[in-house]
């Protein structure tokens, strides 16, 4: 695949905690954010493409990955999008749950991006759910790979990532985080265990860190709501 095809612009939103945690130690999801955060969300969806997460994140709550109620679907299309986003399923070895509340919701499509590590057996289920499944990377996934893929076959411009922290570090860890929209919340979870916003191996000097800078902070009640983007 051409290195030089285009990659879509993508943001992640995630709702930490005052000690940068996305979930407890459980890895349940249990939402601390609050209704405030719910809509920021939505309209968040209303400005992307395409809205992705990793399959743990699809198995452990209710996850749909839609653009929720009808004003927000509205919202898309005076914007020029589509009605429905595009829902983007990563997992690696392809273990996510086929009984998933997404895959009962069938307004848009699913696309999975996984690995050729993944079992026949699992790839022959995940192509019975979704509307197409793209390996991109033999044991690994090739995110960069997989993002222009989806800006070449499905038009993705505009990619929210929703988590979890695995999917988010490997985005990081690849350069291909452009913004960052953080809910940070008055809790504190702690926890050796418990997720945070970038998980996985990480950088192992300061100076490979990926960069951003502040573009805004908005404050409601005791929750802030935090943009950043990369530094160029």
């Not at 493409?49 to 005076?78: H, Q, W």
């Not at 392809?94 to 690995?115: D, M, Q, Y």
Request: with cysteine; hydrophobic share 45%.
């Amino acid at each position: 695949m051409n290195k030089r095809a285009p990659l879509p612009f993508v943001l992640i939103n995630a709702a930490i905690t005052a000690d940068g945690k996305i979930a407890p130690a459980s890895r349940r999801f249990q939402p601390f954010g609050g209704p405030v955060d719910q809509r920021h969300l939505l309209e968040l969806r209303a400005t992307a493409d395409a809205v992705m997460a990793g399959a743990r994140t699809i198995d452990s709550d209710r996850v749909k990955l839609g653009p929720g109620p009808a004003r927000y679907r509205r919202l898309r299309l005076r914007r020029g999008l589509a009605e429905y986003n595009l829902r983007v399923i990563v997992t690696g070895s392809g273990t996510v749950n086929p009984r998933a509340e997404i895959f009962k919701h069938r307004f848009s499509p699913i696309v999975i991006l996984t690995t050729a590590r993944i079992a026949k057996s699992r790839l022959a289920r995940l192509r019975a759910l979704a509307d197409e499944v793209k390996t991109c990377g033999a044991r690994e996934l090739d995110l960069a790979a997989a993002l222009r893929w989806l800006r070449r076959k499905w038009k993705v411009r505009r990619l929210l990532c929703e988590g979890g922290g695995q999917l988010n570090g490997a985005l990081f860890k690849a350069g291909l985080i452009d913004e960052i929209h953080l809910t940070l919340c008055p809790v504190l979870l702690g926890g050796r265990d418990a997720p945070t916003l970038a998980d996985g191996v990480g950088v192992a000097r300061l100076a490979d860190a990926a960069r951003f800078r502040l573009v805004s902070m908005k404050r409601h009640g005791s929750v802030l709501f935090l943009l950043y983007r990369r530094r160029r």
